[in-house]
């Protein structure tokens, strides 16, 4: 059974920095591309940052050059380090792979950049 589960959201002021985990289970982590999500009320949630199992990455336009996307595959875990924090970054963050054409998410972590 695949299962993600995210962890290191949290309370954080504007310009601050934060690390997301998402660790793995149940999945052959290597072969798989991974990315991390994030919605608010009322949005659609939105791909933030994704790597390839190559470790090739691409980002949102809002978070190149502040977020960076990493995969452990030791750890069967992917980072989402987020630095420069800004109040439009507050959402409810998510990891997400592809197995087989089906869709598996992890339960989310919030991240709320407020002073």
């Known amino acids: 059974q695949v299962q993600l589960v995210e962890s290191g959201g949290g309370l954080v002021q504007p310009g601050g920095s934060l690390r997301l985990s998402c660790a793995a289970s149940g999945i052959i982590f290597s072969i798989y591309p991974m990315g991390w999500y994030r919605q608010t009320p009322g949005k659609q949630r939105e791909l933030v940052a994704g790597i390839s199992i190559g470790g090739r990455t691409n980002y949102l336009d809002s978070v190149k050059g502040r977020f960076t996307i990493s995969r452990d595959n030791a750890k069967n875990t992917v980072y989402l380090q987020m630095n420069s924090l800004k109040s439009d970054d507050t959402a409810v963050y998510y990891c997400?792979?592809?197995?087989?054409?089906?869709?598996?998410w992890g339960q989310g972590t919030q991240v709320t950049v407020s002073s």
């Open positions: 997400k792979t592809m197995v087989t054409g089906r869709e598996y």
